[in-house]
């Protein structure tokens, strides 16, 4: 009975983590837009002076999304039932596109897309991860310590390791994307896989970012 019962317990572990192997995740990206430039790209409805989480997707070590799944897709519906959880979500991770003929859905149509796309690949279940998500962009202030080292979104432009280097010194080093190569776009801070805590991207993924030596840090028109 007891050599049963142990290899039970050998087998079951055994199974753990060949599960966390399979989907290689390591931590993930918390991805911020900066709603000028995102805006230059699509027409917005509604253009928020700060960044704007885009999503919290779920990497493997070297930096790439993990595939999703079909994990049940939240029930959003219900979840807005908390108030004071809605007002968060439409604060912190807005829709800006907008659609022909109003779609009074449309956020929450957005939600549904980043969790098929990139929450139903996380480990954790779908309580968390948002609020995580709402958590962690909530304590990520960019423009302070951007403005802290003298970088301003005026639609002047400045060195790229200006950026790198101040954000770098509050939340580790960064992965920036831009538009046009010279038009800041979206930060990525890592995160580690609890969702807890901010790490540096490595050497590998900061391979991905795509901006110039020097990056415009425009405002709306
Ligand atoms: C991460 O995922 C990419 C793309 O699926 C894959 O090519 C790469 O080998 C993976 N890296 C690791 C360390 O698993
Ligand atoms: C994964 O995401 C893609 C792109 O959004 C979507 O077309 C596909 O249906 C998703 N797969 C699953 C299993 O949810
Ligand atoms: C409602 O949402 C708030 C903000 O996200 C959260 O702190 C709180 O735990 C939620 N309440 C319930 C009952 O889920």
Redesign the pocket.
Known sequence: MKINFCIFIVLFVYCISSVENNS?FDHFWLVLSWPPVYCLQIRCERKPTDFVLHGLWPV???G?SLKNSTNGTPNFYSMLRNHSFGIEMDEHWPSLGSKEGRDPYKHIRFWEHEWEEHGSGQPYGDTYYLQSAIRLRKSVNLLRILRNQGIFPDGRSYWETGYVDAIKDAYGYPVLKCFNGYLLKEVTICVDGQARSFISCSPAERRSANCHNVISFPRHK
């Open positions: 290689g493997n070590s070297t790439h």
